[in-house]
């Protein structure tokens, strides 16, 4: 299904999936996909410690926050295509990469973690069919589709892979 076919649009994750063209969710997938295979870990690891201002995350926090989402906004959409209607509780994302321990990670192995995480969510999201897609749950306060779930995750990513190219690299 197409990123149109969402419905209601959700508050607060349409800026994340306003970054998406409209083109199906797989067509999505597959762009996000190349995205972060563009991504060159080794070339970067001695950025990955760097934040760009006081307060603000190191590269590798925002790689794995990219992650720690994804598994959030997976969790959703399988519980809104389980028949879950919500509400479902928000997260810390302050608070999630506080506790990341990415100091002791390589750039290297939070992306091949989050690659791995994209096959995971992709495979699941391929075994939904248009009518599971357009399931609606209450995410945090926000009701919105499994398919409004699977565009934010794309848009998510690249909101912050330009985030990334601007302020880090």
């Known amino acids: 299904m197409k990123k ?3 419905f209601p649009t959700p508050h607060y994750y349409d800026r994340y999936i306003d970054l998406v063209p409209d083109v199906t969710l797989q067509e999505a997938f597959q762009y996000a996909r190349e995205e972060l295979d563009k991504f060159n870990p080794a070339r970067h690891e001695l950025r990955g410690d760097f934040a760009y201002a006081p307060g603000k995350w190191t590269l590798k926090d925002v790689i794995l926050h990219i992650t720690d989402t994804e598994r ?6 399988m519980s809104f295509a389980r028949k879950e209607r919500g509400p479902l509780a928000g997260f810390d994302q302050d608070k ?3 506790g990341g321990l990415t ?3 390589t750039l290297d192995s939070l992306i091949t973690e989050l ?3 994209r096959a995971a969510t992709e495979n699941m999201f391929a075994t939904f069919s248009d009518p599971v897609l357009l399931r609606v749950g209450v995410c945090w306060k926000y009701e919105m589709s499994v398919l409004a ?3 934010c995750i794309i848009g998510h990513q690249l909101h ?3 985030v990334i ?3 880090y690299l």
């Not at 959030?72 to 959409?77: E, F, P």
């Open 4 to 6: 149109t076919a969402i």
């Open 103 to 105: 100091q002791t990670r």
């Open 165 to 167: 190219k601007e302020k």
């Open 96 to 98: 999630y990469a506080a």
């Open 149 to 151: 779930m699977g565009f």
């Open 115 to 117: 690659k791995i995480i």
């Open 160 to 162: 912050h892979f330009k």
């Open 72 to 77: 959030v906004h997976l969790y959703r959409a």
